[in-house]
């Protein structure tokens, strides 16, 4: 593989800042972190088309014992299974639950779903991490 060398330039703050962060991640050189820092970039602008088809996960906390949230978790989960490809569901504690949906689809479609989600009372948190399925 080829690669094309271009030239950066940082306050030194800033820099020192970044090193600190590259190291503290474990990066051996500027070069990689900031191809990952594009990469990541990229993709994020690429899931923000809304046809893009896109895949994920929705990471949730919920209390179980607050309103009919179980209950809701579950309808949303059997009428949206063209987009929940499976789920991990962990007790936390007495009261609080983790869930983990894989989803998969067209990003719009996604985020609409997390959104629906995560706005059910009784949902404390929830992340939603997508990437493009294709370049």
Do not use: W
Request: aromatic content about 2%; charged content about 30%; glycine content about 6%.
């Amino acid at each position: 593989m080829t690669v094309e060398r271009v030239g950066i330039a940082f306050e030194p703050d800033l820099l020192e800042k970044f090193d600190a962060l590259i190291k503290e991640k474990g990066y051996t050189n500027r070069s990689e972190a900031v191809r990952d820092l594009v990469r990541k970039s990229i993709m994020e602008s690429q899931v923000k088309n809304e046809n893009r088809k896109a895949i994920g996960t929705l990471s949730i906390l919920y209390d179980h014992d607050v309103g009919n949230v179980v209950n809701e978790l579950v309808h949303v989960q059997h009428h949206r299974r063209a987009e929940i490809l499976t789920t991990t569901h962990i007790h936390v504690s007495e009261s609080s639950c983790l869930e983990v949906l894989i989803v998969k689809g067209k990003s719009d479609e996604i985020r609409k779903l997390a959104d629906n989600i995560k706005a059910i009372k009784g949902v404390k948190h929830g992340e939603l991490v997508v990437t493009a399925t294709s370049p």
